[in-house]
């Protein structure tokens, strides 16, 4: 791991040091060209203003918006040919050409689009220019390059402060992410304004839609609070993935991709077009299968996706269906620390149906109504079918732990045996979403939103095989635990023009949830208990035009978040741990000019009554999650694209941060003694949240259709749980992979694409993610440790080819 630590030193100096001569070249050459401006105004097809519309020319990262009055200017132009384009929602987009040899005024007249389109439906909660927070947009465009069957964490690798693990090793079936250091419970995840996360757990689980990605037109990440939006607290991110584009023309596609572990992948994209200008009917069907780079971590994943829409000038519905069907064989048992140097790929679990089975359906329909010229209605219901189990081996189990009497034969009794058993849950989630959206075409735009969804789930266990079984029967259903969980949710937001360099916003949240589950009480009986909970969401910021190039923002979040239903189901009420709380501040700096793009963001995320493990045994015996009092991460984040040369791009990020807990306090298991022992430690790193992370895009386009991409990531140690300690944690790695992308356009296709993606290609040995428990015996502190090792050298190769 010397070696990576190395790599990142050079990797992460040489990155600081390219950018800042990349930045000082274009500061001082652009003196070496005339330079010009371009001023204009944009209206609508009446004569009215429109603010807010984007200006960019094509080929740079140059750019600017509207003001209040409609109007722009981009100064220090460089003289020559160029194309100005100017985009706005609702609106055709358009492009003027022009050979700049003074200075020169533009005039543009949108006109409104044919049919309503479907972006509006998120442009309550997404972010925009003048959000004040930090956000990345990746396209569907982006999507493409390395969707080759790998799940969307996977996909979201390489954009700012992102940690993505894979339990198989390959990038397919369990896939994890985090974002500053924040784990998938913590991040709320939307389709197309629709809640997403489970409502218990809180996780995402992408392993239910396979190939989704393939039905994804963008994605926008959120980090740190964020936005007010739908579903589970944002406490580290919000990820956005609309699904949604209305494609006019009749178009079908298909994608073929297979490499190392035996994946492969194939699905067939459709779509009419508009029919009559009011019909639309695409869909995909696909499957992808995966050994895994574990041992037996295979996964077998199919899906498929149907969207009808039915659109007018001014409104629109639409009805997706989709739904997915997985089968992985269990990974999550790990790789204990003493097999990592002789077999990396080992996996604890033998029996040859040690599986997760599930099937996920989802329904939604989406409508969006133009009340008037300022108003737009965009209401939208769902429901989320969802059944299934994993099925285990366990040997030598204990008859008591299924509520099952010892067996007496003879003189003997026999109070263990060999159990397969399933563990099913059966669950319901259903709903409604809205927003009323303002504009006024002017100094104030604005939303009202929110949404109210139930969750019902059924949780239960069977028995269908004993070695010995006693006073048993198949399907022998040893507990039942039903819950339902109702999330209510209201928000109002507000940006207001001051000046025409002064934008304010400001955006409140009220969440009302009611838990009911089967927990226990203070007798530790298994009874029907309650959880209601309130939260206020205030967040506020402040964005500076300075000039045409360059804008400041800063702003000041508020979130909350609920414990999760293990916190709940493992306690009493008089134990049950309380809320979190964050508040998260931002403020950050852009510039672009037509040579670079670069964005820094610093943040400071204080947390209240953060949960964490400690080891401690709660009242029922469970070592549950605990708050601890004042936890905090604090860092800045950089991201940058230079265009170096005409043919050479280079994008980069770097996340740099401190993340702390105050005081944490940790039990050990003493099983000298019998008892539990507490250690006090102040200022420890918080778990899995690396002080360093760092990702790279050198892009080379040596000829027309062709694109060689150098992709780079290093990711700093992480500790396994919140004691600092270096016999607990996971090394840094640092990983490239080579990416090759041939495009041609065939007189009989619209476009053929040829990609093959060589991974970790210095074959680099690395573990993403893993877990300890640490104990005392015999005197002495030891602790376990579990890894999931990542593939090495490996490589994805796939055609897609669309008509």
């Known amino acids: 791991m010397k070696k990576a630590t190395t790599g990142l030193v050079r990797f992460c100096g040489h990155a600081v040091y390219l950018l800042l001569f990349t930045t000082l070249l274009l500061f001082v050459s652009s003196s070496a060209w005339a330079q010009f401006s371009i001023s204009g105004s944009v209206n609508d097809a009446d004569g009215g203003t429109l603010p807010g519309a984007a200006i960019t020319i094509e080929g ?67 972010a925009n220019q003048k959000s004040a927070i930090a956000y990345s947009d990746v396209t569907r465009k982006d999507l493409d390059k390395l969707n080759l069957g790998q799940d969307i964490p996977q996909l979201l690798n390489f954009t700012p402060s992102i940690v993505t693990t894979s339990d198989a090793g390959a990038g397919v079936g369990y896939t994890g ?145 989709f739904s997915g069907q997985e089968q992985t064989y269990q990974s999550w048992g790990g790789v204990p620390q003493e097999l990592l140097k002789t077999n990396r790929t080992y996996n604890p679990y033998t029996y040859d149906n040690e599986t997760d089975n599930y099937q996920q359906d989802n329904y939604q329909l989406i409508t969006s109504h133009e009340l008037s010229k300022n108003w737009r209605l965009n209401v939208s219901a769902f429901y989320t079918k969802g059944k299934g189990y994993y099925e285990q081996y366990r040997p030598n189990d204990k008859f008591s732990n299924y ?30 979403v809205f927003s009323l959206d303002y504009n006024g075409f002017g100094k104030l735009t604005a939303n009202v939103g929110g949404g109210w969804n139930t969750y019902q789930g059924g949780h239960y266990g069977e028995i269908i095989w004993a070695r010995i079984a006693g006073n048993t029967t198949i399907r022998d259903r040893y507990y039942n635990d039903d819950a339902t969980k109702r999330d209510v949710n209201l928000y109002a937001k507000a940006f207001y023009q001051f000046t025409k360099e002064l934008n304010a916003f400001v955006d409140v949240q009220v969440r009302t949830i009611d838990y009911s589950f089967l927990g ?72 672009q000019t037509a040579q670079l793009a670069f964005t820094v963001n610093a943040y400071y995320m204080n947390y209240r009554n953060q949960l964490v493990l400690s080891g401690q045994l709660n009242d029922v015996g469970a070592y549950n999650r605990v708050n601890i009092p004042t936890s905090y991460r604090a ?16 994008n980069i990020n770097a996340t740099f941060s401190r993340n702390k807990v105050r005081n944490f306090t940790e039990y050990l298991d003493n099983f000298d003694t019998g008892l539990q022992e507490s250690r006090q430690y102040s200022q420890t790193d918080i778990s899995f949240s690396p002080n360093v992370i760092a990702g790279s895009q050198l892009l080379f386009t040596p000829a027309k259709g062709l694109e060689l991409g150098l992709l780079s990531k290093y990711v700093g140690k992480q500790y396994l749980d919140n004691t600092s300690n270096e016999s607990r944690k996971l090394n840094d790695y640092f990983t490239n992979d080579i990416r090759l992308i041939y495009t041609i356009k065939p007189k009989f296709a619209q476009e053929i694409a040829f990609t093959i993606l060589f991974n970790n290609v210095l074959n680099e040995l690395y573990e993403s993610n893993g877990y300890t428990y640490a104990y005392i015996s015999e005197g002495r502190v030891t602790a376990d440790n579990g890894y999931y090792p990542q593939a090495g050298r490996n490589f994805l190769a796939g055609v897609r080819v669309r008509f």
């Open 60 to 126: 740079t990262y140059k750019g600017t918006f509207t003001d209040a009055q409609g109007a722009f200017q981009l100064s220090n132009v460089k003289s020559g040919p160029l194309s100005i384009r100017v985009s706005l929602l609702g609106y055709e987009a358009q492009s003027q050409t022009l050979d700049l040899t003074q200075n020169a005024t533009l005039s543009f007249r949108l006109q409104k689009t044919a049919v309503a389109v479907d972006e509006v439906v998120v442009s309550a909660t997404r």
């Open 177 to 321: 992410i985090r974002i500053r250091g924040s784990d998938a419970t913590r991040v709320n995840v939307t389709l197309n304004g629709i809640p997403y996360n489970d409502a218990e757990s809180q996780g995402t689980f992408f392993v239910n839609m396979g190939d989704f990605a393939s039905s994804v037109s963008s994605i926008q990440i959120q980090r740190g609070v964020g936005t007010s939006t739908n579903g589970a607290g944002a406490f580290g991110a919000s990820i956005n993935i609309q699904t949604n584009k209305l494609e006019k023309k009749p178009y079908a596609e298909t994608n073929i991709s297979g490499g190392s572990f035996g994946t492969r992948k194939v699905n067939v994209l459709a779509g009419t077009g508009l029919l009559n200008n009011h019909f639309v009917l695409d869909a995909r069907l696909s499957k992808i299968y995966s050994d895994g780079y574990v041992d037996r971590a295979f996964s077998d994943l199919r899906s498929f996706y149907i969207s009808g829409g039915y659109y007018t000038k001014k409104s629109f519905f639409r009805l997706n269906v």
């Open 403 to 432: 509520g099952l009497p010892n067996v007496v034969i003879g003189d003997s009794t026999i109070s263990r045996t060999d159990i397969i058993r399933r563990r099913w849950l059966s669950n319901d989630f259903y709903g409604t």
């Open 520 to 591: 226990f009480n203070s007798q530790l009986q298994n009874v029907q208990q309650d959880a209601k909970l309130t939260f206020f969401n205030p967040k506020a910021g402040l964005t500076y035009t300075l000039n045409d190039v360059s804008t400041i923002y800063g702003s000041v979040s508020v979130g909350h978040r609920e414990p999760n239903r293990d916190d709940y189901t493992q306690s009493t009420p008089q134990s049950r741990p309380k809320a979190e709380r964050l508040i998260d501040y931002e403020a950050g700096y852009k510039i």
């Open 635 to 650: 860092g800045v984040e950089l991201e940058a694209g230079a265009r170096l040369a005409k043919q050479l791009r280079w």
